[in-house]
């Protein structure tokens, strides 16, 4: 098959992401909501990428330290070309379309990925809900950050057509795209999965089984769990927490940094699906308790313009 249509469940900040890098390709794309106020509070993060993208573009003009991979597999490049680009970013941004009607969203849909709330309940429900509206061709995968696909896979009613595919943030600069199947995934719609991955720009990284957290959060949530906690349990504030980690590894950002860019919301699901996070007095419940309150606050992360970091 062909994949032409595709559709994003979930406009948060990989939602949203996933949805315009994929438009930038030249994919047909919505971005299915549950409400109007999920469209409110997407757009503005469609914008934001459509500044982001097309900034960034204008910087490679003058500056290849700026080039970013998920843009071009090019790497020289001429000022026209450049603007070529940013034709791409401008036709992508008018036609992203936002719904709140599965009809709409799956009804021609060549591949859905899922990219709601880390919240094994809202995904059942939706994945029931979705299977009444799919037409046989759609291909199914989720952007699960930490679940694995073989637990939801007999909700979808195609379990042969669904499988995970994992993105990291700031996909137009982290262009890796994990692919990891389930016992029920089918050969052919795996590697059609790898394919889309490629004609997006991204690196497709193939798993071989089932792992929690994949790849990369098989080995970063581990790194920003001790960092929370050195937070939680009163060690050290988050800024030198960060300062730490950049001055003694050379990283260009530390995990409270990251978590920003992650959002506090996605940090603390995670966190709270840890059975101890019920008992205030330990160190998850400690946790959750401090995202908690940033959260309420709305200092949600970047998007939000604040988190454990001010960004406006």
Not at 62 to 91: H, M, P, S, W
Not at 189 to 217: C, H, R, S, T, W
Not at 253 to 261: E, Q, S, Y
Request: include cysteine.
């Amino acid at each position: 098959m062909q994949i032409k249509n595709v559709t994003v469940a979930g406009g948060g900040v990989l939602g949203s992401q996933i949805a315009f890098q994929s438009a930038y390709s030249g994919f047909d794309v919505k971005i299915w909501l549950r409400s109007e106020g999920s469209i409110e509070r997407t757009q503005p993060k469609i914008d934001r990428l459509k500044e982001i993208y097309l900034k960034t573009l204008d910087q490679m003009k003058t500056d290849k330290n700026a080039y970013c991979r998920g843009f071009t597999d090019k790497t020289e490049l001429t000022n026209d070309e450049i603007d070529q680009l940013k034709q791409k970013v401008e036709k992508a941004y008018d036609n992203i379309e936002l719904t709140t009607s599965y009809e709409e969203a799956a009804s021609d849909a060549d591949l859905i990925i899922e990219a709601i709330a880390e919240d094994p309940q809202q995904k059942i429900a939706f994945y029931q809900e979705l299977a009444k509206h799919m037409p046989e061709k759609t291909i199914l995968v989720t952007n699960s950050s930490t679940m694995l696909p073989s637990t939801f896979a007999e909700y979808t009613q195609r379990p042969e057509k669904y499988l995970a595919l994992h993105f990291a943030n700031e996909i137009w600069k982290n262009n890796t795209a994990e692919v990891m199947g389930q016992p029920q995934t089918k050969q052919e719609y795996y590697d059609e999965v790898v394919k889309f991955a490629e004609n997006i720009n991204m690196v497709p990284l193939k798993l071989k089984k089932e792992q929690p957290g994949y790849i990369l959060n098989s080995m970063l949530v581990p790194f920003l769990s001790a960092a929370e906690a050195l937070y939680a349990n009163d060690v050290a504030d988050p800024e030198t927490i960060d300062k730490t980690w950049v001055l003694a590894t050379g990283a260009p950002n530390g995990p409270f940094r990251i978590l920003d860019v992650v959002g506090l919301t996605t940090a603390y699901n995670i966190v709270i699906m840890n059975p101890e996070a019920s008992d205030p007095e330990s160190t998850p419940g400690k946790i959750a308790a401090k995202l908690k309150e940033k959260i309420d606050a709305g200092k949600t992360g970047i998007n939000a313009g604040e988190g454990f970091y001010k960004y406006k």
